[in-house]
């Protein structure tokens, strides 16, 4: 599942200064509870819990069918994931000032403990509990939304403007490392296993882990208690109504609707995760094969936003416009790359004939060399994928609020695409189908991607053009 990523949050202005910083340094605590109440400690909490949770969701998503022989119930699960979570984003940042970001955030953990318990529960009771199964992808959907809205609100708060970068990368570093250590978490346990499907020490393994994501958000501390490094009181920052969200929709596509041609790119956003990890990973590799599959493609995530972040995007030196069209460039090789590569393996392969497999392919078969750099190069692309969204739309405004109301477009089209997808290949679509599908989406984002960034990427974003600054939601009147 894919989430937000640290370039919204550049530039917000979420904490009101108090008058005198000393009034408050009496309030600092010595010893290690000054290291408790640090705000980067905290944040590294933060990122702990993400670590537990999502970071546990992505490991096991990529094993493909949730690490199930079967993978029609994971589709279907994670159909109703994506359904939901699109839906109630909208609702999230009410139930978060109203319950606060702290008790928002463990009820968004519950969610992922829930829905790693229902793969055990199927592992145990593959006949029955499939129907859990699709519920407790229902569930997470909404918890998600809570989660990943109370975690803004705190990556929102705790840093001073100085510390934004760092704080934003502390918490990212631990984040991804989840999806990375999840997955070596399930190679470990599964690297002797000649079976097609995960054991039940994996799912408990990964439920351990969720579980202790639960009880995070309970031993952080309370956000009205903390205290910036330069001594202003923290004051959190509280998403709008969910009225608001939605005339911010409107006056964003009506005030630059620029926004619509990078629609085609969101939507294909997480629609490839489908073929890669049900149709690719889980169709044709046993479990240990696809453990380590697993295990490479998060890796590679770290190393494709890192490559394309700093030695494409950030490169200060070239004009901003000549870093996007190297960016989209890039972008349009990796997909004709990736696809062709894996056009080249799917025509080998049907849903019947993989029914018909009675051994599917080790990490110690030939021609497992070739499949499993399929799958890196997939990571890849898709950590670039994911930056270079961001990236443009960091690059069509400077406001925050403008850049809140296009993350929200981005989140609520990527997860479209993601539920109708997963319930394509849960109902039994063609590999081919969705394959071919998911080239298309990509070559096809691109194309319409590269007439915006002609038109709206500039080399310097000009103040008339943050057209949300005033509007009605951002400042002056409130509609909370």
């Known amino acids: 599942m ?5 370039e919204q949050y550049d530039g917000e202005k979420t904490l009101q200064p108090i008058p005198s910083a000393e009034k408050f340094a009496s309030e600092h605590h010595k010893g290690l509870w000054a290291l ?6 905290q944040i590294c909490m933060l990122g702990f819990v993400c670590f537990m949770c999502p970071g546990m969701f992505n490991a096991l998503s990529g094993l493909g069918g949730g690490g199930q022989v079967d993978a029609q119930t994971a589709s279907n699960a994670n159909s109703a994931l994506y359904s939901t979570f699109a839906f109630f984003s909208f609702f999230a940042g009410s139930i978060n000032n109203t319950l606060g970001p702290r008790n928002t955030l463990m009820i968004g953990t519950v969610g992922y403990a829930l829905f790693v318990g229902s793969f055990l529960a199927d592992n145990i009771h593959p006949t029955t509990a499939g129907p859990f199964v699709v519920a ?6 909404i918890c998600a939304a809570f989660l990943w809205t109370a975690q803004g609100s705190l990556v929102l708060s705790y840093p001073t403007e100085a510390e934004k970068g760092k704080y934003i990368g502390v918490f990212w570093a631990i984040f991804n490392l989840g999806g990375v250590v999840g997955a070596a978490v ?3 346990q599964n690297f002797n296993s000649e079976a097609n499907q995960v054991g039940n020490g994996t799912y408990i393994g990964f439920l351990i882990l969720t579980l202790i994501g639960v009880a995070i958000p309970r031993l952080m501390a309370d956000p009205k208690k903390m205290i910036r490094t330069d001594g202003t009181k923290v004051e959190t920052y509280r998403h709008p109504s969910w009225k608001v969200e939605i005339y911010r929709l409107w006056f964003a596509l009506r ?5 619509l041609m990078l629609f085609p790119m969101f939507y294909a956003s997480n629609y490839f995760y489908t073929w890669q990890f049900n149709d690719y990973n889980q169709a044709l590799f046993d479990i240990r094969a696809r453990s380590l599959n697993n295990f ?3 890796l590679s995530q770290i190393v494709g936003s890192l490559a394309i972040g700093t030695l494409v995007l950030d490169q200060v030196r070239f004009p901003r416009r000549t870093r996007a069209f190297a960016g989209w460039t890039i972008l349009l090789a990796m997909v004709f790359i990736v696809n062709a590569w894996g056009y080249a393996y799917q025509k080998t392969y049907t849903r019947e004939s993989v ?3 009675t051994r599917k392919m080790d990490i110690h078969d030939p021609g497992y060399v070739g499949h499993v750099w399929l799958m890196i190069f997939c990571g890849l692309l898709d950590a670039m994928w994911q930056t270079t969204a961001y990236w443009l739309m960091g690059a069509m405004s400077n406001d925050p609020s403008k850049l809140a109301v296009f993350t929200g477009f981005y989140k609520s089209i990527q997860s479209a695409g993601a539920a109708g997808v997963w319930r394509a290949d849960a109902v039994g679509i063609p590999y081919m189908n969705i394959f071919l599908s998911s080239w298309c989406l990509t070559a096809g984002g691109l194309a319409f991607a590269l007439p915006m960034i002609y038109i709206r990427v500039k080399n310097h974003t000009e103040l008339e053009e943050e057209n949300l600054a005033t509007m009605p939601g951002t400042g002056g009147q409130d509609w909370d």
Do not use: C, E, K, R
């Open 2 to 6: 894919a989430v937000p990523t640290p």
């Open 36 to 41: 408790y109440y640090h705000p980067l400690f």
């Open 136 to 141: 407790a992808g229902a569930i997470l959907g």
């Open 186 to 188: 399930s190679l470990g």
């Open 255 to 259: 005030t630059d609707p620029a926004i």
């Open 296 to 298: 490479v493609y998060w």
């Open 355 to 357: 029914a018909l497999l």
